[in-house]
């Protein structure tokens, strides 16, 4: 038989004998495409899709004379039917398709296969279905064809093949011109090769084909990006040239210390973590960066570098945040391997570490509760995992301001690492701060840290230093006794001085105070380049080029040869971020704070409001704006905006609090809120708490009632309410979200009314209390109707399923929680709500379990897992693998019992959630009883206890009581004692218990159980 040949991409072409075959009519070849891809069909199926519009007998009629034609133009069975329904290719002819070709192909030889879209202008008149079915796999061609081309460019950067990724950019760019992802490859990639003009070239071509086409412009990343290309084409000349090697005097004796400390720390020898301590402007950091500089290029070593800020110093792990941003990049850089489950941890802590592009949803479903215990332990890991290819050094400025957080952790990484793989560099001023003093006490009793004084320079070495720093002016001794009885050996005073002097060419005057030698300072600068530096002092930290341009409204030229003059006369110096990105900060604080003190609070005011408006422009919504709320709550307070501020305060307190919203079947984790965990203690919180209350009551009196102070108030009484019930004053709670509902439905503001029925529903659930949460949940449904919140809709048709669970009628609510799968399902972002089906699916199991069909349990239980786990949703894991073993144990399937509760409890212990923790624990004791292993028994039974007691749930403390009732049963009296008071009491005493508690509970077979046992006793 002869070779045929079918090419499916471009316009399609059928050979064979190298003669091309002509088809008669359009539907024929349709049909022989199709078979082509699928192998084979039914009969039925095929007058579905060509013929589905005209009665059954003429469609068979076409079909059989399509097959008929087809046979007659190739003159052989190309189609056989081995049975009578269906139609298949021949398997007994070679065919050679291109299609089949590209898909197993590697990515390069695919790449040239493809050759135009997949049956590309072909078109066939009423096949409707057919054109659907080509469609469909058009664009999931074009699709693998795009992966493809842009794994091949990927791999073309990376081995430096530049002109291959260009011309594989161009065919992404062909394949649809409209798509500018393509455009911004080239874009970086002639970024990359410094072809600037080429760059603006591609980007002017593709507003020009987006206006006449579309008449829309490039979409904001392609802009910024030609904005970011535009100012380093025109700058990176003049910052390329600038020469970086800065005076630097003195200091033998503290540099053969670092030097030698960090050569025993290199060779795996004893060393120490050091920090620098002296007054403001002695040197530290130059002295830092001095030394750092003498070990940068040393390709054994990671230098991580973060400061504190003053204005920071109430906000948690500020400082960590540049770390793990630098930490991010070489995990990119080194295709370093880190396991999801630590990633989402570090992300959801340090959001700088990983982008949310690369990590879809967070590990507890929207909450943030993690223990302090499991965050340190992940970053250590990470700190570990790194310092095995590498060992790092981790730098911190001005320690005085570190937050108590950021503090404790680094204070655990000296503690747990010993200098061996990690050392730690800081400065530090030498003021009494009780933190840092604790800091040093604790970290220095294992000889682990070194306090190394920098002090002030003497009368001999304030004259040699002028001599280094100003060689050709050959200062008389009167002038240089001058600078040392002025300066009083400190080094910023010396080099301001000095500064001066070089300036203005004389020194006839001197001041004795710091204010006085930086008014002189500045008294030579020009009008712009004071009025650049009054808009830098605004900032706490460091400036860019882009804040500067939104504010003064000057071009990037302009701009820079500003601050190319401000670098020249060393009142700012030029930073580079880890991502290479160009800063500006002043060359000392004390220089910015003179500059920020001479402006009027006039100024100040409008500056800090530009800066405001700045800043929130770069929200976006994702985990990483909680980096922007304290310099936003800095800004806003600075320049006077209230309501601003109040908002700031609000979103920025709302992360430390850090209350769960759910997991499923849902119980208030914020009953057990301790200090071990990642938030504020809850006497800061209630200061906090009080000072934004306070701040309400003066905007109210102050600013007329906007929708923007509505919806402000509507947040704090949302965190308040939920707070409250979180701290165990339901009363006060449930009174404040009552309220805060109230305002919402009055201000039409729905998504927080629901919010607020939510909450009352999950107390509910904790508190067993069926009827409140009933009309909380038909409350809570009609305003998810009226605004048509599909979402919302099915996740309240899976509460309400669960409470007509809870009231005994099974039926009816497994009938609502299938409803409310069905509505998930069919949700455009099913995968934001796949907790919640799997919580469904629990639910049901639940369900079940109670009806006690024990083995139909498992299998719901088992599909909540399967997704679960597939989908790393830790806080479904624990309530499904508890059911589950539950189930398990009731059928006398001990050993799957205990594996199910080993996992849950497992979970338990790495993560602060409670629901079900203690019929986890108490079920696992019982197993353990049977076992015999009575000590094992004795500290799970402990656990179970306490942990009932905790959530105080009427149902876990009766099923306590039920497994206190076996254990009796099953323990012989002489080994009593070894179970201590559990087993103090006779079984009818537990028993009865029991039942108490179990009484209002319906559907509860195990108050059966303990009448049994009861009995028996």
């Known amino acids: 038989m002869a070779l045929i040949e079918v090419k499916l991409f471009g316009s399609p072409k059928v ?19 199709y078979l082509v891809v699928e192998k084979e069909s039914s009969r039925d199926v095929l007058i579905s899709l060509f013929w589905g519009n005209i009665p059954e007998k003429s469609a068979r009629k076409n079909l059989r004379n399509a097959i008929y034609v087809i046979k007659k133009v ?32 590697k990515n390069k030889e695919a790449i040239e296969i493809y050759n135009g879209h997949f049956l590309e202008g072909f078109f066939v008149k009423n096949a409707e279905e057919f054109e659907t079915w080509m469609t469909s796999l058009r664009h999931k061609h074009m699709d693998i064809y795009v992966n493809k081309l842009k794994k091949e460019i990927n791999k ?37 090769q410094g072809k600037y003009n080429k760059c603006i070239s591609i980007y002017n071509k593709l507003k020009e084909l987006l206006n006449k086409e579309l008449s829309v412009s490039p979409d904001v990343k392609t802009r910024r990006l030609f904005e970011e290309i535009l100012i380093e084409k025109k700058t990176r000349k003049i910052f390329n040239s600038k020469d970086s090697d800065e005076f630097f005097y003195g200091r033998k004796k503290e540099l053969k210390i670092l030097n030698g400390n960090f050569f025993n720390f290199l060779q795996g020898n004893v060393s120490k973590s050091i920090v620098l301590f002296g007054e403001a402007g002695v040197g530290k950091s130059k002295l830092l960066s001095r030394f750092l500089n003498t070990i940068n290029k040393d390709e054994n070593i990671w230098i991580l570098k973060t400061n504190c800020y003053q204005a920071e110093e109430k906000f948690l792990f500020k400082p960590w945040n540049d770390i793990f941003y630098q930490l991010s990049n070489i995990f990119k850089k080194e295709n370093v391997e880190i396991p999801v489950y630590i990633r989402k941890i570090i992300s959801q802590i340090f959001p700088t570490f990983i982008g949310a592009d690369e990590i879809e949803g967070n590990l507890f479903e929207k909450s943030r509760l993690l223990k302090y215990e499991i965050v340190e332990e992940a970053v250590i890991d990470i700190f570990r995992k ?8 981790l730098v911190f400025e001005d320690l005085q301001w570190i937050d108590n957080m950021s503090l404790n952790l680094l204070k655990n990484i000296i503690l747990k690492d010993k200098n061996k793989s990690i050392t730690v560099l800081v400065t530090c001023r030498n003021e009494s701060i009780e933190r840092v003093e604790n800091f040093l006490t604790e970290v220095g009793k294992y000889g682990l840290i070194e306090k190394l004084s920098v002090g002030r320079f003497n009368k001999e070495e304030t004259l040699d230093f002028v001599d280094k720093m100003l060689p050709d002016k050959n200062l008389s001794l009167e002038i240089k006794n001058s600078i040392y009885k002025e300066s009083e050996g400190n080094a910023l005073f010396i080099v301001e001085l000095l500064n001066n002097l070089k ?12 204010k006085d030698v930086l008014k002189s300072r500045l008294l030579d600068i020009s009008t712009e380049e004071r009025k650049i530096l009054n808009i830098a002092s605004v900032f706490f930290d460091k400036f860019n080029l882009d804040v500067l341009k939104e504010i003064t409204q000057k ?12 670098q020249r006369k060393k009142l700012i110096r030029e930073i580079l971020d880890s991502s290479g990105n160009i800063n500006f900060m002043f060359t000392h604080q004390k220089l910015r704070e003179f500059i920020y003190s001479q402006m009027s609070m006039a100024k100040r005011r409008i500056l800090h409001n530009r800066v405001s408006h700045y800043l929130a422009g770069k929200l976006t919504g994702s985990n990483s704006d909680k980096l922007l709320y304290p310099k936003l709550i800095y800004h806003n307070k600075k320049a006077g905006n209230k309501l601003e501020y109040f908002k700031y305060k609000i979103k920025n307190l709302e992360q430390y609090i850090h209350l769960i919203h759910e997991i499923f079947p849902v119980i208030d984790e914020n009953d057990v809120l301790k200090k071990n965990f990642l938030y504020m203690s809850d006497e800061e919180i209630e200061k906090q708490l009080n000072d934004i209350n306070e701040l309400l009551k003066e905007i109210k009196e102050e600013v007329k009632l906007d929708s923007s102070l509505v919806y402000s108030e509507i947040t704090f009484l949302h965190m308040l309410g939920r707070y409250n019930i979180g701290k165990g004053d339901h009363k006060e709670g449930l009174k404040i979200i009552r309220k805060m509902i109230d305002r919402a439905l009055k201000t039409k503001n729905y998504s927080f009314a629901l919010k607020g029925y939510l909450k009352i529903i999950y107390y509910c659930i904790n508190t067993h209390n069926i009827k409140l949460m009933n009309s909380s949940i038909t409350k809570a449904l009609d305003i998810a109707k009226k ?30 929680l299938k409803k409310s799968i069905k509505i998930f399902d069919n949700l455009d972002h099913k995968e934001k709500y796949e907790l919640n089906i799997a919580a469904s699916f629990t639910y049901i199991g639940e369900s079940k379990r109670r009806k006690k069909e024990f083995n139909k349990a498992i299998y719901y239980y088992e599909k909540a897992i399967s997704m679960c786990e597939k989908k790393g949703l830790v806080g479904g894991l624990t309530i499904a693998y508890t059911k589950a073993g539950q189930a398990a144990y009731e059928v006398n399937n001990y050993e799957k019992a205990k594996e199910y509760f080993k996992k849950a409890i497992s979970l338990y212990n790495q993560f602060n959630l409670v629901w079900g923790r203690s019929i986890a624990n108490g079920y696992f004791s019982l197993i353990l009883v049977k076992e015999k292993e009575w000590d094992e028994a004795l500290k799970y039974i402990n656990k179970a206890e306490k942990f009932a ?26 080994n009593k004692k070894i179970l201590g008071y559990h087993c103090q009491d006779n079984i009818d005493e537990y028993c009865n218990k029991g039942l108490k508690y179990l009484k209002d509970i319906k559907g509860c077979y195990e108050k059966e159980v303990l009448k049994r046992l009861k009995n028996i006793s």
């Open 156 to 192: 073309y950067i990376e081995n430096n093949q530049l002109n291959k990724a260009e011309a594989y950019c161009k065919k992404l760019i062909n394949i649809d011109e409209f798509d500018e992802k393509g455009y911004r490859i080239l874009m970086n990639l002639y970024r990359k």
């Open 949 to 974: 007691k905790k959530v105080n749930n009427p149902y876990e403390i009766g099923l306590l009581y039920r497994v206190k009732a076996e254990m009796c049963k099953l323990v012989k009296e002489n």
């Open 787 to 816: 605004s048509n919140s599909k979402g919302e809709i099915a996740i309240l048709l899976r509460l309400k399923g669960f409470q007509k669970i809870m009231n005994g009628e099974f039926n009816k609510g497994e009938e609502l």
């Open 15 to 33: 050979y064979k004998k190298k003669e091309k075959i002509n088809f008669p009519f359009g539907k024929a070849e349709a049909l022989f495409y």
């Open 555 to 566: 071009n990037e030229l302009e701009l820079v040869e500003i601050l190319e003059e401000l």
């Open 74 to 105: 190739f003159n052989e069975e190309v189609l056989i039917s081995p049975r009578r329904s269906i139609v298949k290719l021949n398997p007994e002819i070679d065919f050679k398709i291109d299609l089949e070709e590209f898909l197993n192909k």
């Open 386 to 393: 790194v310092s095995k290819r590498r060992k790092i050094v």
């Open 503 to 514: 300036e203005k060419n004389n020194f006839t005057t001197f001041t004795p105070k710091l």
